[in-house]
């Protein structure tokens, strides 16, 4: 059991980095990929976002290619099987915040089904 649970939840950070990967996070394809249809995400910025804000966030080229996010602290834990919590510290051009993401395991693949950002100093 131990080591279905270390593969999942390093299947979940494999595709938590893939999301963070600049050249994925500007392709709306890919994204849509990683996220469930019912993602949600409170962002750092007290935002609610939903896949299609997300993808259509990503499309406009918001994403700066040779700015990638700097991760520390990465942990993660299979709170049921096919769910995994995930927690880290982000750092976004000077921008920090703690992440938590939710991956759940779809017949498509792990899929982010949730994620909050919150701002640290």
Do not use: K
């Amino acid at each position: 059991m131990a080591d279905e649970s270390e593969r999942a939840v390093q299947a979940a950070i494999g595709a938590e980095m893939r999301l963070l990967d600049p050249d994925v996070r500007a392709s709306p394809a890919l994204v849509s990929e990683l996220l469930d249809p019912e993602f949600v995400e409170i962002g750092a910025s007290g935002r609610r976002w939903d896949a299609t804000s997300i993808l259509t966030v990503t499309s406009a080229g918001s994403v700066v290619p040779e700015c990638p996010v700097t991760v520390s602290e990465m942990t993660g834990v299979v709170l049921a099987p096919g769910i995994v919590h995930l927690t880290y510290f982000a750092d976004n051009r000077g921008r920090c915040a703690w992440r938590s993401s939710l991956w759940r395991l779809t017949e498509a693949g792990w899929r982010m089904y949730y994620h909050q950002g919150t701002l640290a100093s």
